[in-house]
């Protein structure tokens, strides 16, 4: 069946107007106070709504002021230095995010003048912005009645409406934006879209669903069959890669720290980190004092501290810590540096690596 006959299947003999009504009340009377809902400004639109992928809003919100505070503008994140916005990006992770949104502003002072775009055709070539990322800053800044899909939204809807589809699939998602866009009020798209955000984040919920407080319920398919915690139907993914390390904290006679720069594309991309060693790469016993060739140091291996286990959306690494101390050679490598620790706050170090920072002898 196309989309198009599936859409008005769904929402034959539901009251579209009503639903629009109780849901913009409802946002309009409960809507948290949150810092990017000040105004309607383009750019504060865009900056939260980058931050608040994959990332919830108690941990975004400080992460938010900041950025703001020291990226005002457009115009001064674009003029700003790569690892300047990481480090104001550090301990938030999926730091493509920053990139991008910086590659992307970048281009809107260049390309347009500094005004974040209102169409969609133009919105949509800037790095990093899908159609959810689309979708909010045209209705919420600019009031256009564009759909904004997340997880959040399909579940909503999906309870709502009783769809089944499988949200994990790319053709549900395209589903659920033709839904919106039959539903979404022409009157206040901002409140409509943020409202079934809203409406996922307070009420909604993914586990034991508020369903006796929501506005909504007696327009609610899943709740008047009883099966809103069956919803939405979701895929598992598939099972994590897990990748064992040594994690070295090597330390030469001037207490310094050696760190290193991941390269400019991947995982981690820029960010710095302490020399990480594939735990099947270590031979400890054959080699107490073992050569680093890469850096061009031997070093003699220490103590080990902690396991630390950190977990990516594909990947699992546990770095077994471990202190280390130069016996020879000297440090020959284009990315990797010694620096004081009162230079380390300089740099951004992913989450995982943060976490070692206590276990450097002092």
Known sequence: MKNLERVQQIIQNFDRELFRQNLIQWFKNEQRVLPWRENQDPYRVWVSEIMLQQTRVDTVIPYFNNFL????TLEALAEADEQEVLKAWEGLGYYSRARNLQNAVREVVEEYQGVVPSEPEEIAKLKGVGPYTKGAILSIAYD???????????????????VEEDIAKPSTKKLFEELITELISHEDPSSFNQ?????????????????????????????EQGIEEELPVKTSKKKQKKAPYMLLLIQNKQGEVLIEQRPSSGLLASLWQYPMVPLADVDRVSAPHWFYGEYGLTIELKETKQTIKHVFSHLIWEMEVVTAEIVGG????????????????????????QKAHKYINL
């Not at 256009?144 to 709502?160: E, F, H, Q």
């Not at 409202?195 to 899943?222: F, H, W, Y």
């Not at 000297?330 to 690596?353: G, I, K």
């Open 69 to 72: 505070l020291k990226f005002p």
């Open 144 to 162: 256009k009645p564009i759909p904004a899909v997340d997880g959040n939204v399909m579940r909503v809807l999906s309870r709502i409406l009783h």
């Open 195 to 223: 409202g079934l955000m809203e409406l996922g984040a307070l009420v909604c919920t993914p586990k034991n669903p508020s369903c006796l407080l929501c506005r909504i319920q007696d327009q609610c398919r899943a709740f």
């Open 330 to 353: 000297e440090l020959d490598h284009e990315r990797a540096r010694f620096v004081t620790l009162d230079e380390m706050n300089d740099f951004p170090f992913p989450v995982s690596h």
